[in-house]
Each structure stands twice: as structure tokens, then as C-alpha cells.
């Protein structure tokens, strides 16, 4: 059974830089992509960043140049560096694990951004 177990939310400062982490266990086939998305309260559910299998990666305008995807393939995890963060980056990150037409979600991670 595949699950899909996101780590490393909680309440930082602003400014603060914690990491998100996310591994997919269960899972014996080779992963294509991996990503990141936040749904913050009353909003849609966004991409934030995703990196597929060749260490390609894409981010929302809104994070470049502040959050880094970068993955382990061999222990089939996806990190998320998140630094300068800012009270709108509040959310629950979930990560999402992609294999052809196949997704698998996590349950998400609560990041709240206050002082």
C-alpha cells in the first residue's frame, strides 16, 4: 500500500526557513515527479514546486527565489527548502507522488507564518 507521509510543518517567524519533508513509502516502480502544493483557508489548492525524476524542476512565481524542491531518489523523498517566509505562504503543504497516470497524495502539513 502506498502512502505518502509529509514532516516538518508548524509555526515559524517570519523570515523563518524550516524544511517540509515528504517520502513515499510503499512504492517499488520508479517515481516520475514529485511536488509540492499548499491550500491555504478559502483558497484553491496551488502548485508550489515540483522536480521530476532528472532533477527538473518548476516553482510558482510566488516562491522562486525563496523555496528549493530538491529530491532523493534512492529513499524516494522530496524536500522543500522554504526560506524568507512570509505570513501568505500559510497553508497545508501536501506533497503529491506521480507515476504515469497514477497520483498519490499526502495528507498535508500545517505551516503557519506569524510573530
Known amino acids: 500500500q502506498v502512502q505518502v507521509v509529509e514532516s516538518g510543518g508548524g509555526l515559524v517567524q517570519p523570515g523563518g526557513s524550516p524544511r517540509l519533508s515528504c517520502e513515499a513509502l510503499?512504492?517499488?516502480?520508479?517515481?516520475?515527479?514529485m511536488g509540492w502544493y499548499r491550500q491555504a483557508p478559502g483558497k484553491q489548492r496551488e502548485l508550489v514546486a515540483t522536480?521530476?525524476?532528472?532533477?527538473?524542476?518548476n516553482y510558482a512565481d510566488s516562491v522562486k527565489g525563496r523555496f528549493t524542491i530538491s529530491r532523493d531518489n534512492a529513499k524516494n523523498t522530496v524536500y522543500l527548502q522554504m526560506n524568507s517566509l512570509k505570513p501568505e505562504d500559510t497553508a497545508v503543504y501536501y506533497c503529491?507522488?506521480?507515476?504515469?497516470?497514477?497520483?498519490?497524495w499526502g495528507q498535508g502539513t500545517q505551516v503557519t507564518v506569524s510573530s
Open positions: 503529491n507522488v506521480r507515476r504515469g497516470l497514477l497520483i498519490n
Open positions: 510503499g512504492i517499488i516502480s520508479s517515481i516520475d515527479a
Open positions: 522536480i521530476n525524476g532528472g532533477g527538473s524542476t
